[in-house]
């Protein structure tokens, strides 16, 4: 079946990549490349969807194997029945991105005729949804955000929903949890906390996972989710995240579909048997070009049921 000869693929790469310390994240890019292409000849050769071979088995998924407790049920008992038919574009807002026509140096600006500071993609695209970077340092933060602020506050309707990538940049839940405080304590940034969904990987990679970085319960219930994202690197990685308190992790198909599957499951399983707590999975695009990996990419989201990407 496809999931065998994944399953076989993985653990090969993984042994090759340990041999010559390669980090895992990195290592299965590579599986992951002849995964989707493993996949899309086989929907093909089908002449069905994605979608609806895993629905329907065809793709031979034992969930059981790589998570014991999900034993004897299928992908299709935790995912949604039908795929979305849209999904929200959330634009990523980077360090270095203009945020108004201002903010571009006369000899920067571009003369394709599309958008480049933010205020212009917003009212070319009709965007609402933002993905925000951090820097962790403070000042420069807490100046760049209370700019974003002021131009969404003043651009974009009621459907505004913004997440925040801590961009592996604190180096304890301590610190981090100091800087949330005293970012939300500006004035200027009160559309962003009304609006804020989740929080993307705060810590570096190197101690996310580590029980010493601290706790998660230290941020308070008020705090929003927090998921792992460089961390996600192994099978193992979202349970150790959700056991450290963690709500989530994202989805991005050169992390792994097949992986992405076990994780959408894992997490719904727990909003099952957990309904007072957050979990959520969200969707990532990482450097995606179309028209095939793009497209691969969002047929995957869309199957996971993930509404932003």
């Given amino acids: 079946t496809v999931f065998a000869l994944w399953r076989q693929l993985y653990a090969a790469q993984a042994a090759w990549a340990r041999a010559r310390q390669i980090p895992p994240l990195l290592a299965h890019f590579g599986t992951s490349l002849v995964e989707r292409a493993v996949i899309d000849a086989w929907c093909r050769a089908r002449?069905?969807?994605f979608h609806r071979l895993l629905a329907a088995g065809d793709l031979g998924m034992e969930l059981g194997e790589i998570l014991p407790d999900l034993a004897g049920s299928s992908p299709s008992d935790w995912l949604p029945a039908a795929p979305l038919t849209s999904v929200w574009i959330r634009h990523t807002v980077g360090l270095a991105d203009p945020i108004t026509t201002d903010d571009i140096a006369p000899g920067e600006r571009l003369t394709d005729g599309l958008p480049q500071a933010l205020d212009e993609c917003i009212r070319r695209y009709g965007l609402c949804h933002f993905k925000l970077k951090l820097s962790?340092?403070?000042?420069?933060?807490?100046?760049?955000?209370e700019a974003i602020a002021a131009v969404l506050a003043e651009s974009v309707p009621a459907t505004l929903a913004c997440s925040l990538d801590g961009n592996e940049a604190f180096p304890s839940f301590e610190s981090f949890h100091d800087f949330f405080v005293a970012l939300f304590s500006r004035p200027g940034l009160a559309v962003l906390r009304r609006h804020l969904s989740f929080v993307e990987q705060p810590l570096h990679r190197r101690v996310a996972l580590d029980p010493a970085a601290g706790s998660l319960a230290s941020l308070g219930p008020d705090f929003p989710p927090v998921i792992i994202d460089e961390s996600d690197g192994e099978l193992e990685s979202l349970p150790i995240a959700l056991r450290m308190g963690y709500a989530g992790t994202s989805h991005k198909n050169c992390k792994g579909v097949f992986k992405g599957i076990?994780?959408?499951?894992?997490?719904?399983?727990?909003?099952?048997l957990n309904p007072g707590r957050r979990f959520l999975m969200t969707g990532e695009d990482l450097s995606n070009i179309g028209p095939v990996a793009l497209l691969q990419?969002?047929?995957?989201?869309?199957t996971l049921g993930i509404e932003s990407v």
């Fill in 262 to 272: 076990l994780n959408a499951c894992r997490i719904a399983q727990q909003k099952r």
């Fill in 47 to 49: 002449g069905e969807p």
């Fill in 136 to 145: 962790g340092q403070r000042d420069a933060d807490f100046e760049r955000l």
């Fill in 297 to 302: 990419d969002l047929a995957v989201q869309a």
